[in-house]
């Protein structure tokens, strides 16, 4: 099973299933004002206010994943070990999208996350991917992740048991200053647990932890895009959890009291694709899914 969860600008979430590696969840977060100062999690976490300079990597490295292991073993959750080729796999696509100007986990060369870190010598496993663009400093960035629910997702995702960094500035460039997080883990029954997300900012220690049951408990069928396609049609994608290929999945598709079915199967991943036509009339197209009995 795999998830990728992108959010554009901490306002949107659209979620795409693909059939590369296990699970993968992605997010990508815009700065658009400095994180406010504060005084949580800067007495344990060296150089969490340190700006970029390129001989500081390393700091600013270990001060992203010691802010990262506070959040999550205050949920009693497992740290996550740097990972040299995932250390590396982050920093090519900081440097890429900073030398290149662009702004996405799609490298210019149709290149995914989970692409990068294969190149990189990590096996492949569950990867996840948050990407963020303006942050100043480690504790700005992480508080920009932990204040977005997709990125905030990733970092607590339990199945993570690797983690590499990657940073990079360029004035030239549209956003300046780029980060990567890249996770990774390796076992293939590990289960997702969902936790209280996004936060109201880092957490000190003694933040309450809620953790609800095990995400791939029950099956469900998800539309993840709707796009029209021209001469009255729509394209509609979704995916069903736990991905299971040959899923027979029921789409209704209604605008205004209008309604009209279709029947679709699941492929790899879990995910299907149906060219739809909406009843006639005026109003929004709205389409649903669900399994069929």
Same mark, same amino acid.
């Given at each position: ?18 059939? =590369?590696?296990?699970?993968? %969840? ?7 004002? %400095?994180?406010?100062a504060g ?37 009693? #959750? ?15 696509h900081s440097?890429? #999208? ?7 986990? =799609? ?35 992480m508080t920009?992740? #932990? *204040? ?32 990567? #997080? ?54 509609? !994608? ?11 999945? !029921? ?6 009291? *209008? ?14 694709? !149906? ?14 899914? !669900?399994?069929?009995?």
């Amino acid at each position: 099973m795999q998830w990728l969860s992108r959010i554009a600008d901490s306002s949107g979430v659209r979620l795409i299933r693909r059939l =590369t590696v296990p699970w993968i %969840a992605l997010g990508c977060l815009l700065a658009v004002f %400095a994180a406010p100062a504060g005084a949580d999690a800067r007495s344990d976490c060296a150089g969490v206010d340190a700006q970029y300079a390129s001989t500081n990597l390393a700091a600013l490295r270990t001060a992203v994943i010691c802010l990262t292991n506070r959040e999550r073993v205050a949920r009693g #959750m497992a740290p996550l070990a740097e990972e040299t080729h995932l250390d590396a796999a982050a920093q090519g696509h900081s440097e890429d #999208m900073a030398e290149k100007n662009y702004f996405d986990h =799609t490298d210019l060369s149709g290149g995914k996350p989970w692409d990068r870190a294969k190149a990189a010598g990590y096996a492949s496993g569950w990867i996840g991917e948050n990407i963020a663009a303006g942050y100043g400093t480690p504790f700005q960035v992480m508080t920009g992740w #932990m *204040k977005s629910s997709g990125h905030c997702a990733n970092i607590l995702n339990s199945p993570y048991v690797d983690i590499g960094i990657g940073v990079t500035r360029n004035s030239s460039s549209k956003y300046g200053i780029y980060w990567t #997080m890249v996770l990774g883990g390796h076992d293939p029954a590990a289960k997702t647990v969902a936790v209280s997300c996004p936060a109201a900012g880092l957490t000190d220690g003694s933040v309450p932890v809620t953790k609800s049951p095990d995400a791939g408990g029950g099956a469900k069928a998800t539309v993840t895009s709707l796009k029209r396609r021209g001469h009255g049609l729509y394209l509609v !994608k979704g995916s069903v959890t736990p991905a299971a290929r040959g899923t027979r999945v !029921k789409l209704t598709v209604k605008r205004g009291k *209008k309604s009209r079915t279709y029947s679709v199967k699941t492929g790899a991943g879990g995910s299907f694709t !149906k060219t739809v036509r909406p009843p006639g009339g005026s109003g929004k197209v709205r389409v649903t899914a !669900k399994l069929s009995g």
